[in-house]
């Protein structure tokens, strides 16, 4: 295992790199797998073929991912979770389908899944 701030080789069980301070598996200049530079932005190491793993992530917007999906599933039809991630249009969006149509339901168990699959993007400006 290598730093991924700097490329100095690492053991298994170190919790930070001794040359950089860096924790173990932060960063994203160096491949995990082999030490070699990567490329800006690169998901997998030309050198080696290693998948570089983006860093997960517990937040969505300012707040907490299970608060987020926990609000999304028990008031996400009337758009709860939207309003807080600054989404309005969406808000608003959820609200009218929600009384009109009743469909608001089906749109928040969406973004739920979303949310706990972390393919939920927060977007202010777009509906969907």
Do not use: W
């Not at 290598?2 to 069980?13: L, V």
């Not at 491949?31 to 860093?55: D, H, R, T």
Request: hydrophobic share 40%; proline share 2%; charged share 20%.
């Amino acid at each position: 295992m290598y730093c991924r701030s700097c490329g100095e080789m690492m053991n298994e069980n170190q919790a930070i790199c001794v040359k950089c301070g860096v924790k173990a598996g932060d960063g994203s200049n160096y491949c995990y797998n082999c030490g070699n530079q990567l490329a800006p932005g690169a998901e997998v190491c030309l050198s080696c073929g290693f998948a570089q793993k983006k860093p997960a992530s517990d937040k969505l917007g300012n707040y907490d991912k299970i608060t987020l999906a926990l609000l999304c599933f028990f008031l996400g039809g009337i758009g709860v979770h939207n309003f807080m991630l600054g989404e309005t249009k969406k808000g608003v969006f959820k609200i009218v389908m929600s009384f009109c149509f009743g469909i608001g339901a089906i749109l928040a168990l969406v973004d739920f899944i979303r949310i706990l699959t972390d393919k939920y993007e927060v977007n202010p400006d777009k509906i969907f």
